[in-house]
């Protein structure tokens, strides 16, 4: 069974970092491109960042460009997200979600998601 | 970047009806990159259709997709009561991924 697990909910700052981790299982992790799909209260879904198999190649939205940095760990079957410079528009639930097996087009597998509060 | 506009914003309908949902784009979009989501409150988004009109794992033969170029539609052939959620289509090309704003479907 796929599983795909977010951790590193938080509390932080305008201005501060915050990083987060998805734990995949139940599937060969380094054959999937991985993203981030991001959802603020009340709101539509946003996509943020995908990354390729190997980690060679990262997109990113505009709205996240030079603050977000994706990253995965294909030993250890993890996804991250290294977010800084963190606005109140960044307050969201973010979840994880592996590329489909017909490519990195669509996102077949979703995590439960996990909240970042931006605040002082 | 390509834009995704759905609607209804807000589709009321009984169960047992036909919901017909719409996802039109700001430009044409490849039907191998065009998919739809249905997510429940409190829930993550689940995978509908993918390539426009291929149904993902264990989805219900009620749920179909269809159309081509800059307009996609999403129905739901008779509405079960679980089906009351909100629908988001979603969109890949030239490395970027965007979302429609999303169509409620509640009972009426």
């Known amino acids: 069974e796929v599983q795909l697990v977010e951790s590193g909910e938080g509390l932080v700052q305008p201005g501060g970092s915050l990083r987060l981790s998805c734990a995949a299982s139940?599937?060969?992790?380094?054959?999937?491109?991985m993203h981030w799909v991001r959802q603020a209260p009340g709101k539509g879904l946003e996509f943020v960042s995908t990354i390729n198999t190997n980690g060679g190649s990262t997109y990113y939205a505009d709205s996240v460009k030079g603050r977000f940095t994706i990253s995965r760990d294909n030993s250890k079957n993890t996804l991250y997200l290294q977010m800084g410079g963190l606005r109140a528009e960044d307050m969201a639930v973010y979840y994880c979600?592996?590329?489909?097996?017909?490519?990195?087009?669509?996102?077949?597998?979703w995590g439960q998601g996990t909240l970042v509060t931006v605040s002082s | 970047e390509i834009v995704l506009t759905q609607s209804p914003g807000t589709l009321s309908l009984s169960p047992g009806e036909r919901a017909t949902l719409s996802c039109r784009a700001s430009q044409s979009v490849s039907s191998s990159y065009l998919a739809w989501y249905q997510q429940k409150p409190g829930q993550a988004p689940r995978l509908l259709i993918y390539g426009a009109s291929s149904r993902a794992t264990g989805i219900p033969d009620r749920f179909s997709g269809s159309g081509s170029g800059t307009d996609f539609t999403l129905t739901i052939s008779r509405l079960e009561p679980e089906d009351f959620a909100v629908y988001y289509c979603?969109?890949?090309?030239?490395?970027?991924?965007?979302f429609g704003q999303g169509t409620k479907v509640e009972i009426k």
């Open positions: 979600a592996r590329g489909g097996r017909g490519g990195w087009y669509y996102f077949d597998y």
């Open positions: 979603q969109q890949y090309g030239s490395s970027s991924w965007t």
């Open positions: 139940g599937f060969t992790f380094s054959s999937y491109a």
